[in-house]
Every structure is written in structure tokens, then in C-alpha cells.
């Protein structure tokens, strides 16, 4: 019979034999969910780096071609940026309403045929081109996070012009410029009413809701949430991460805005605008739209806005509800 020193003996050998398995088993699953993290954490600079390390050249369009007289405007932003737009006047103005466009197309000037409809409605114009956009100055996109300078380069610019004294300013944007446009109004005290189509509630939900969009599984999607901030932070500075639409739609205190969508948007997701909505309830004017219409107004109809009837009544409507006479 064996003793039990002998006994004890083998067991502590057992256990030092088991020893080196788990650590090595523990440095596995250590190595493993670090390149896991690594992996995740490079898809947002992966993807995302091409679509705001440029500037963006278009053709503009000719005021001309839409039947408006335009005057050049130049404008430049706090931060030094020099911005082209354009101003279209109406006589004796109930409003001014400021148009901003998406972050890779089309160029502002494709507005000029809302801006027409602006002013034979009796509401002016000024179609800014955002920053590293078209001949605007620039070489980033900030995926208007920024962007809320240009807007306010133009507030300023229309408050420092008498003839326009104590005339509403409506902050109107499409996509990026939704998103824009929203945030601006959170931002700048002297904007009056916000019309935002197509907007994004945050880049981080835009991301994830477009990798859902292409089949990739939600929790899969939800995880790049983080990954996509931390890029942001390190692209555009910690602080501007507080600049987005879902926080900066809370500070509309009371004033209008029209938030429009189509429920099939495949490039910024219907989720969005649910989102949005959500946010603030109660405290906005929606227009929805079936089937895929990023710029909500119906594609063939876009140069003439005023031909979608269902459209254009709903931002009319809006327009002279609050600031009509």
C-alpha cells in the first residue's frame, strides 16, 4: 500500500501539469480576443477614411438653367474656412431659408429649383456649399460634426444685412445636410425652424444600420458602435463627438421643424428617423414617404420641386404655418 505522502506526491504533480495548461489556454483566449478587438477597431478607419479624406468636386449648376437670378455670395466660418453659396431674394421676404446638401452629391446649386420655389412663395434663399465641397475650401468632411460652422458663417451673414432685419432664418438639409442642418439648429440660437430630410440620428447608428442593412447580424452590427466613436474621436477631436443629432434635436426648445423620410431609404435607414422621432415627442412635424426616396421629393421631379404636390405642400404648408403672414 502506497503512503499518503506518496499519494500526495502524485496530486501535486497532477496539479503543476495542469498549471502550464491553463495559462497557455488563458494567453489563447487572451491573443484571440485581442485580435479580435484589433480587427473590429479597423473596420470604421477602413471604411470610412475614403469617404472624408477628400474634397469633393461637382458641376455646378447655372441659376439660369432654373429660371432664378442668384448672386454670389462668399462666406467663411469661424475656423477660417471660405465657403461659396448663392443668395436668391424674394421681394418683402416672410422668411430666408438656408439649403445645405449631402456629403458626396449633388452639389447645393441642384436646389435651385426649391430656391425658385422659395421665392414665388415668398421666402429667400441662400444655398451654402458646405466645406471641401465644390469650390468651398476644405480637404475633410466632418460628417457635421463641423459642418454647424458653415450654417452659422450664413446666419451671420444674413443678420448682418438690414434688409432683412428681423426675418426668420429655416435651416433646410438633405442626408449629410440633415444631419447638418439639425445639428445647427441645436447649436445656433438664431435659427428659427428646421426642415431635415433623410438625416442620420448618429454616425455610429448610420454605421451599424448599414452593416445590418447588408445581412451582417445585429449584435455583430451594434458592436462597431463604440469602434466608430473612438475613430471619430481621434479624426475630429473628443469634443466634437457631443455634436450629433440625436442630442443636439433636444435643444429645438419650442421652435418648428419638419423632419421628413422615405421607409426604404437604402442609404441612410428608415431606423434613423424612428430615432429622431423618438428623441423629442410630440415636438416635430413628420412626412413619410413610401418606398426609397433619399431626397424625398420624387427624383423626376426634383429639378421643379413644386410638381410633387404632395412634397412640396408639406414643406409650403410648414413654411407659411410658422412663418407665413
Known amino acids: 500500500m502506497k503512503s499518503s505522502s506518496?499519494?500526495?506526491?502524485?496530486?501535486?504533480?497532477?496539479?503543476?501539469r495542469k498549471k502550464p495548461v491553463k495559462k497557455i489556454i488563458t494567453i489563447i483566449v487572451i491573443i484571440l480576443t485581442a485580435v479580435i478587438i484589433a480587427a473590429l477597431a479597423a473596420i470604421p478607419p477602413l471604411v470610412m477614411k475614403e469617404i472624408i479624406h477628400l474634397h469633393v468636386d461637382f458641376e455646378e449648376k447655372s441659376p439660369s438653367d432654373f429660371g432664378v437670378e442668384a448672386?454670389?455670395?462668399?462666406?467663411?466660418?469661424?475656423?477660417?474656412?471660405?465657403?461659396?453659396?448663392?443668395?436668391?431674394?424674394?421681394?418683402?421676404?416672410?422668411?430666408?431659408?438656408?439649403?445645405l446638401s449631402g456629403i458626396h452629391n449633388p452639389s447645393v446649386t441642384a436646389f435651385f429649383g426649391h430656391a425658385k420655389m422659395m421665392a414665388e412663395n415668398g421666402y429667400s434663399s441662400l444655398l451654402i456649399e458646405m466645406r471641401s465641397h465644390g469650390r468651398s475650401e476644405g480637404d475633410k468632411i466632418y460628417i457635421g460634426t463641423r459642418e454647424y460652422?458653415?450654417?452659422?458663417?450664413?446666419?451671420?451673414?444674413?443678420?448682418?444685412?438690414p434688409e432683412y432685419g428681423d426675418v426668420?432664418?429655416?435651416?433646410?438639409?438633405?442626408?449629410?445636410?440633415?444631419?447638418?442642418?439639425?445639428?445647427?439648429?441645436?447649436?445656433?440660437?438664431?435659427?428659427?425652424?428646421?426642415?431635415?430630410?433623410?438625416?442620420?440620428?448618429?454616425?455610429?447608428?448610420?454605421?451599424?444600420?448599414?452593416?445590418?442593412?447588408?445581412?451582417?447580424?445585429?449584435?455583430?452590427?451594434?458592436?462597431?458602435?463604440?469602434f466608430v466613436k473612438l475613430y471619430m474621436g481621434f479624426e475630429y477631436g473628443f469634443g466634437s463627438l457631443k455634436i450629433n443629432p440625436l442630442d443636439e434635436i433636444k435643444k429645438l426648445n419650442g421652435r418648428p421643424a419638419l423632419l421628413m423620410h422615405s421607409t426604404e431609404d437604402s442609404q441612410v435607414p428608415y431606423s434613423s428617423f424612428e430615432r429622431l422621432i423618438a428623441a423629442v415627442p410630440g415636438q416635430i412635424e413628420t412626412f413619410v414617404r413610401a418606398g426609397d426616396h433619399h431626397f424625398v421629393c420624387r427624383d423626376e421631379c426634383f429639378k421643379e420641386p413644386w410638381t410633387d404636390e404632395e412634397y412640396a405642400g408639406a414643406v409650403l404648408s410648414f413654411l407659411d404655418k410658422y412663418f407665413g403672414d
Open 71 to 99: 448672386e454670389e455670395v462668399w462666406l467663411t466660418t469661424e475656423d477660417g474656412i471660405r465657403l461659396i453659396s448663392w443668395e436668391v431674394k424674394a421681394h418683402d421676404p416672410k422668411g430666408i431659408v438656408i439649403f
Open 168 to 226: 426668420p432664418v429655416i435651416v433646410f438639409g438633405v442626408s449629410m445636410g440633415g444631419a447638418t442642418a439639425i445639428n445647427s439648429t441645436g447649436e445656433i440660437p438664431d435659427i428659427d425652424g428646421l426642415i431635415s430630410l433623410s438625416a442620420f440620428s448618429t454616425a455610429q447608428d448610420l454605421f451599424s444600420d448599414t452593416m445590418i442593412g447588408m445581412g451582417v447580424p445585429p449584435v455583430i452590427a451594434a458592436i462597431q458602435k463604440p
Open 6 to 16: 506518496t499519494f500526495s506526491n502524485l496530486y501535486i504533480r497532477r496539479v503543476k
Open 149 to 161: 460652422l458653415d450654417t452659422k458663417a450664413g446666419v451671420e451673414y444674413i443678420k448682418g444685412k
